[in-house]
C-alpha cells in the first residue's frame, strides 16, 4: 500500500508593483499555452482584467472572459463551458475572491492552467488549492486546482478596503491556533502533520504580529 502526501505549490510567484502590464510576457515565458479565459468580478476588477487581457493580447495570446457575481456551481458550469468550447489552455482569475474559486475551479474541472491575479489580501485563497463554491445558500471548500502562476501586484492589492488587508491580516495570525490543532490531531487520530507546511503558516503569523504597530498608524 502507497502511503503517499503530496504537496502542489505554485511554479512561480511574483510580487512587486505596476507588475500586471507584464502579465503577458510572463505566460509566454512559462511556455503555457496562446488561449486564455479572464474571469473576473462584476464592479471594480473589471478594469484589472482589461489590463490583465490587453497585456496578454500584446503577446498574440487570444482571450475571452467571464464576469461573476458570485462562486456558485452555476458560475462555474458557465466558465466550464466556455473553456470547452473554445478550448483554452489558461484560465486567469483576476479579483478577491469570487472570480478566484470559480477560475480555480473550473480549472480543475478542465485540466488547465490556474493563473492567480488577486486584488484583495482578504484571505490565503490567493495561492491555495481549494475554492469555496456556494449552491443552495450553503458554502462548501472544495479541492480545486493550485495556481502555476501567482503575480500580485502591490499597487493594486494595496487599494483593497481596509478591512479587507486587516481580515488577510488576521487569517494568517490564526494560523497560530489552526497549527496546535494539527499538531493534537496528529497527536490523537493520527493524522498527518507536515513541519514544512507548519512551518510556514507560523513565519507568515509571526510576520504580522511583528509589524501590528502598523494597524494603529492606519498606514493603509
Known sequence: MCNEHRIDLPKRVIVGTKIIDNIGAVVREMQLGSRALIVSGTTSTLSYAKTVAESLEDKDIDCWSIHVAKSTKEDVEKTVDIVREVGVNIIVGVGGGKALDVAKYAAAVTDKYFISVPT?????????????????????????????????????????????????????????????????????????????????????????????????????
Open 120 to 220: 484583495s489580501p482578504s484571505h490565503d485563497g490567493i495561492a491555495s488549492p481549494f475554492a469555496s463554491i456556494r449552491d443552495m445558500g450553503k458554502p462548501t471548500s472544495i479541492k480545486a486546482a493550485t495556481p502555476v502562476l501567482v503575480l500580485a501586484d502591490v499597487e493594486i492589492i494595496s487599494r483593497a478596503p481596509r478591512r479587507n488587508i486587516i481580515a488577510g491580516c488576521c487569517d494568517l495570525i490564526g494560523k497560530f491556533s489552526s497549527v496546535l490543532d494539527w499538531r493534537l490531531a496528529h497527536k490523537l487520530r493520527g493524522e498527518y502533520y507536515g513541519d514544512y507546511a507548519a512551518s510556514l503558516a507560523l513565519l507568515s503569523a509571526k510576520h504580522i504580529l511583528k509589524n501590528s504597530e502598523l494597524f494603529e498608524e492606519k498606514t493603509f
